[in-house]
């Protein structure tokens, strides 16, 4: 990987991580389509510039990430981002058989896209219009929704945020509750995958990420570029979908999913199941996708 590729994934992870279109599936997508060869360096690398996207957050929402008085907040956000930690850890497995099944996620796009295209006439006359009126139950239901997005190609963002609206809330109050989630659920798979997850397991090359990140000065120059551009891109990204899901809804990022899905899947159907096993680069642990987009 060279550093143009790296801008590129991390300007699509920037792009997509906030949007319900599905930022794991954009990644995978993107880098077969570049032919970029599967590496551990690789898979490690899509799910560390989350931390960019990470700190986007926290940066636009800083006053009330820093606000020590409402610790009712910081409450909402442990119980909502359990079920994806426990869940994730239960059924690693079973979703990493799914990994890097281009067909698939595919298709997850496509059902996820019409069911976007229903969502703002399902649910209407929102009664919560502001983080600090959900309750923690809600919250905890919310954080259950979240957990779809374990399959691939659903979308983390998608999954909160329609949770976030069959509960009652508002649309930009999911979207932005569904931001605020994200930094815990995001953080606890980064920090998993740099210092604790060993990469190349079985292998005479087992490392842990920040061994990877550390082995030399090219790898430290494509992590950190990597992060800066994810956090860039997604500030802009994040102001950019408030301001279109308040005024338009989910209706066109539906037709988008669905578009996209139905192009990517004639694609990858045509293409022989080796050259889809060589272009695969999705094989990231479940907890990215329990987590991501």
Excluded at 42 to 65: C, D, E, N, R
Aim: overall charge neutral; proline content about 3%.
């Amino acid at each position: 990987m060279n550093l143009l590729d790296a801008i590129i994934l991390a300007i699509i992870e920037g792009l997509t991580e906030y949007l319900p279109i599905s930022s794991t599936a954009h990644m995978g997508f993107t880098a077969a389509l570049m032919g970029l060869p599967e590496g551990e360096f690789l898979k490690m690398f899509q799910v560390s510039i989350q931390f960019g996207a990470i700190l986007s957050v926290v940066v636009l929402y800083w006053k009330k990430f820093f606000d020590f008085s409402n610790l009712n907040f910081y409450l909402k956000l442990v119980i909502a981002v359990l079920p994806a930690l426990v869940l994730g850890y239960l059924f690693d497995d079973a979703i990493e058989s799914v990994l890097g099944n281009q067909i698939a996620i595919s298709s997850v796009l496509i059902l996820g896209g019409i069911v976007l295209i229903f969502a703002d006439k399902w649910f209407q006359n929102p009664k919560i219009l502001d983080e600090k009126d959900i309750p923690i139950k809600k919250a905890l239901v919310i954080g259950f929704w979240q957990c779809l997005a374990m399959m691939p190609g659903t979308s983390r963002s998608a999954a909160s945020i329609i949770g976030g609206m069959s509960q009652g809330l508002s649309r930009k109050a999911s979207a932005e509750f569904s931001f605020f989630l994200a930094v815990p659920t995001m953080a606890a798979v980064t920090v998993y995958s740099i210092f604790v997850k060993t990469w190349g397991k079985g292998t005479t090359n087992e490392m842990k990420g920040y061994e990877m990140i550390l082995q030399d000065q090219y790898h430290i120059m494509l992590f950190v570029l990597g992060n800066v551009v994810a956090f860039v891109v997604a500030m802009i990204a994040i102001k950019f979908f408030i301001a279109v899901l308040t005024k338009f809804g989910f209706k066109a990022w539906g037709w988008y999913r669905i578009v996209i899905g139905l192009v990517l899947l004639v694609y990858f159907w045509n293409v022989p199941n080796n050259e889809i096993q060589n272009q695969n680069i999705s094989e990231i642990t479940m907890t990215q996708h329990s987590t991501n987009d």
